[in-house]
């Protein structure tokens, strides 16, 4: 079994790896980002303003515990993730949510279905983000939005070589305690490094068909959340 995925992003090792981790996954995650996780979750529900009966889609869901806020506001929320091993776990606590097993680079929806869409931590283990932004923006209602919450570039250039030795050193002895496969952390402390920074997220989402692209620091820049909307039909 594959215990760490690579930098090309092979769904399969990707998929394989975060099976590997599903049991303790909220809980290493808890503990690594020192409990600032549930404060960013919380930053993309408000950003997100799920309303009664809007359909949400949450891709890369996990476990669905960035799923649960939506449906506290009456919205229809679809988890989605590939890694069928955290579609499991999640099934056996939030049996009754509708969670599906898709492809962000293929998503399993027709055109046109969600009031918005987000991603939360996800966007950065896709083989092709300029693809999953097209299927993303292709799934979406005109008019509708979308919200992604991911690792970037912090702004305080002292702070950033800090950061970066915390994610490449103490990162994965802290996760070889916790987590169930510390080898995994390993892996997502290099892609986050590896990740581009905002202003060219930003570009990417425009690249994909996005207008209205903005994007929010959260924690001096460790995580950005970037949003669009999808233009209305003319």
């Not at 290493?28 to 529900?45: C, H, K, M, P, Y």
């Not at 103490?170 to 892996?187: E, F, Q, T």
């Amino acid at each position: 079994m594959t215990t760490r995925a690579s930098l090309d992003k092979q769904p399969q090792e990707v998929a394989s790896m975060f099976d590997g981790v599903a049991k303790r996954y909220d809980l290493t995650n808890d503990i690594l980002s020192f409990g600032q996780d549930r404060a960013w979750r919380a930053e993309v529900a408000k950003t997100v303003d799920a309303r009664p009966a809007q359909k949400v889609l949450d891709l890369a869901a996990g476990t669905a515990t960035s799923s649960l806020p939506f449906t506290r506001t009456g919205a229809y929320v679809v988890p989605c993730d590939f890694s069928l091993g955290m579609l499991r776990v999640g099934k056996q606590r939030h049996g009754w949510l509708p969670f599906t097993a898709g492809d962000a680079t293929r998503l399993p929806f027709r055109d046109d279905v969600f009031d918005a869409v987000t991603i939360s931590f996800g966007l950065r283990n896709v083989s092709d983000t300029p693809a999953a932004l097209r299927e993303l923006y292709r799934v979406t209602k005109p008019g509708g939005r979308v919200v992604i919450c991911e690792f970037s570039s912090p702004t305080w250039a002292p702070f950033r070589t800090v950061y970066t030795e915390y994610l490449m050193r103490a990162l994965p002895p802290v996760a070889r305690a916790v987590s169930s496969n510390p080898d995994a952390y390993v892996y997502l402390a290099e892609s986050i490094r590896d990740w581009p920074d905002q202003p060219a997220l930003a570009s990417l989402l425009q690249d994909a068909g996005w207008s209205k692209v903005a994007w929010r620091n959260l924690t001096g820049g460790i995580v950005a959340l970037h949003r669009g909307f999808k233009p209305q039909e003319r």
